[in-house]
C-alpha cells in the first residue's frame, strides 16, 4: 500500500499517516513498543484510525501537543484525543473530532511555545491553530490579514522553520526564492511580517 507520508511521537507511541492507497488513516504502535503494531484489546494495544470525512483529502501533516494529536488535511483540521482528560489513548476512549475547515498545505507545521502554526491550502496564508477561551476550543486565526502581499507578490509560502532564541521567529521561504519572516509572539498577541534580501559585501 506504499509508505507513510508523515510520522510523530504521541505518548511513548511512534505514529505513521498517509499512503497512497490510504491518504486518511494513522496507524500508532503500541505503547513503549514503537516497533509493534499489532491491534488488540489492551490499553497498551496499538490503533488504527482513519478520518471520518465525506471527501479523501490526504492527511498534510501530524503535530503532537499536550497529549493531544492535531492532524491536518487539505480541506480540514482535526484533534485526535481521549475522552477524558488525563487518560490514556487506546481504542476504547479514542475519539476524533474535526474543528476547523481552513485546509493546509503539505508543509509540516511550526509548534511553538503553546500554538502550531501552519501554512493554508494554496499556499497563501499562515495560521496559528490555537484554543480559543470565546470559542471554547481550538480555532485557526489568519496570520496574514495585514500583510497578504507578502505571498500574493513573492509566490506564496513554502518550505518553513521555527527559532525561539533570543525572539520566536517564523521563516518562510517563499515561491520566489526570498525569505519571510514573522516575529511571533502569541502571549501579547504580536505577529509583524519582515523580509530578508540577500546582500554581497566585498572587502577588496
Known sequence: YGYPMHATLLNSRLVFAATNAQPQTLWMSCTDDIDNFMTGDTESSSLWLTLNTTSQNPICWLQEQNQKLYVATAATENIIQTVNSGQVLSNNNAILTKVGYVGSSDTPALL??????????????????????????MVSTDLCVFASHIAEEHGGFGLSAMASKPDAVAYFVMGDGSIALCTYDAMQKVNAWHRWTRAFISNS
Do not use: E, K, P
Open 112 to 137: 511553538t511555545a503553546n500554538n502550531v502554526l501552519y501554512i493554508s491550502r494554496g499556499g497563501g496564508r499562515v495560521y496559528q491553530f490555537s484554543y480559543s477561551l470565546d470559542a471554547d476550543g
